[in-house]
T-cell receptor, first 112, second 113 residues
Framework: DTEVTQTPKHLVMGMTNKKSLKCEQH?????MYWYKQKAKKPPELMFV???????INESVPSRFSPECPNSSLLNLHLHALQPEDSALYLC???????????FGEGSWLTVV | EDKVVQSPLSLVVHEGDTVTLNCSYE??????LLWYKQEKKAPTFLFML????IEKKSGRLSSILDKKELSSILNITATQTGDSAIYLC?????????????FGKGTLLTVNP
């Protein structure tokens, strides 16, 4: 079982809604990641937090806003999304940058 | 731009067969290569390989990296229906706080009874 916990597992939201995806890990990992995965495609990196600081933003649209309140938590705030943003959003963590990355179960997002 | 090519893209075998999955890569500041198995949920970690060339084994699965050829293989012996999944290869750079994985498109393995 993964030790990276994501909530909610499923989310349906309208294009004018504001929602958040949450991720938590208690492994003491200091690097956390958000990936987006469309159907039949590999995961694509969105953001990397290293020691609670944003270190990588892969040119993600501003309607996606990450937040790392502390070393165990990672949020992804969603606002004014488009239907094409519907995907599986994967949170992951590693002990530190450079170590094995472990994924959570993901949050299935549908934008209507 | 980093490149990862996995082959074959899909493979259908019968239980008991042995399969070899391939991954070739071009990554700036290569550090390691990871293999993941993905069923209908999140990727699960299989192996991490480095330029040391040491083979990794776990049960019927094994993997090795050829740093000269910039490639890696994942072998599965005596396949079972439970091995049916997408196998993802992901080389990682060594960019410190810029560390990240670049995923290949994956190999879809189907093991028939």
């Amino acid at each position: 079982d993964t030790e990276v916990t994501q909530t909610p597992k499923h989310l349906v939201m309208g294009m004018t809604n504001k929602k958040s995806l949450k991720c938590e890990q208690h492994m003491g990992h200091r690097a956390m990641y958000w990936y987006k995965q469309k159907a039949k495609k590999p995961p694509e990196l969105m953001f990397v937090y290293s020691y609670e600081k944003l270190s990588i933003n892969e040119s993600v649209p501003s309607r996606f806003s990450p937040e790392c309140p502390n070393s165990s938590l990672l949020n992804l705030h969603l606002h004014a999304l488009q239907p094409e943003d519907s995907a599986l959003y994967l949170c992951a963590s590693s002990q530190s940058p450079g170590n094995t990355i472990y994924f959570g179960e993901g949050s299935w997002l549908t934008v209507v | 731009e980093d490149k990862v090519v996995q082959s074959p893209l899909s493979l259908v075998v019968h239980e008991g067969d042995t399969v070899t999955l391939n991954c070739s890569y071009e990554v700036t500041n290569f550090r390691s290569l990871l293999w993941y198995k993905q069923e209908k949920k999140a990727p699960t970690f299989l192996f991490m390989l480095t330029s040391s060339g040491i083979e990794k084994k776990s049960g019927r699965l094994s993997s090795i990296l050829d740093k000269k050829e910039l490639s890696s293989i994942l072998n599965i012996t005596a396949t079972q229906t439970g091995d049916s999944a997408i196998y993802l290869c992901a080389p990682a750079n060594s960019g410190g706080s810029n560390y990240k994985l670049t995923f290949g498109k994956g190999t879809l393995l189907t093991v028939n009874p």
